[in-house]
């Protein structure tokens, strides 16, 4: 018989290791699928909680955050990028790229999440890895709202509810309770993942260290 692992996967959209991350516990998993079944559960990360309507461009706005310079920036975007092909994730990092605000997009997901109870199929991890890919691999606004909608339909959720999600403000306040539930829990940066609320795997580890984890709780969590 598998056994059963929840885990709660807390990240932002416009988190690089956090696609990369996902993608690393997607491997992890595929290669125990044998012995456990999992409820991953997403829970919200805001990166830039204050950024603006439209936006502001990657390099600029990393180099005045962290004090780096463009060229530091870039390095790290290749190992990014590299990181992300050795677990299939790709990344098109431009100098156009932008970052954006992600609250709606935090909305939409945990409504995909309650949509599970109804429509068959992981509806949160098919939209969570999609937006990944729309904002990293082709460079799209995941703020905006017809964006949204339309990776909604595309994993198949309904367009017209995902609409009213996202005009409306359905779900705000339990995307607030969640951000800070987690931060009074100590999370500070993401990716995190908690396994059975209980085993903590911190940044964007490989799939051998996540299957560590996993077969620790297969051996008795101990």
Not at 74 to 89: D, K, L, M, P, Y
Request: aromatic residues 10%; glycine residues 6%.
């Amino acid at each position: 018989m598998k056994q059963h692992i929840q885990i709660d996967f807390v990240s932002d959209v416009v988190c690089p290791w956090c696609a990369i991350g996902l993608n690393s516990l997607l491997t992890a998993l595929e290669a125990r699928q044998q012995e456990v079944s999992v409820d991953i559960r997403f829970r919200p990360f805001e990166l830039t909680p204050e950024m603006w309507p439209e936006g502001e461009e990657v390099i600029p706005y990393l180099c005045k955050k962290y004090g780096m310079t463009e060229e530091q920036v870039a390095e790290n975007q290749q190992t990014i990028t590299e990181r992300g092909a050795n677990v299939g994730f790709t990344f098109d990092f431009r100098a156009d790229s932008r970052k954006w605000n992600t609250f709606d997009a935090h909305r939409l997901i945990h409504w995909a999440s309650a949509s599970e109870k109804a429509e068959k199929g992981n509806k949160a991890l098919l939209l969570k890895h999609l937006l990944f890919q729309r904002y990293f691999t082709e460079n799209q606004n995941i703020s905006d709202h017809a964006i949204l909608q339309q990776a909604a339909e595309d994993v198949g959720l309904d367009a017209t509810e995902a609409a009213e999600v996202l005009a409306g403000d359905r779900y705000a306040g339990d995307v607030r309770y969640e951000e800070q539930l987690w931060q009074e829990r100590g999370i500070r940066s993401v990716p995190a993942m908690v396994f059975n609320e209980k085993f903590l795997v911190s940044g964007a580890q490989p799939p051998a260290a996540i299957e560590q984890v996993i077969d620790r709780i297969l051996d008795g969590g101990q």
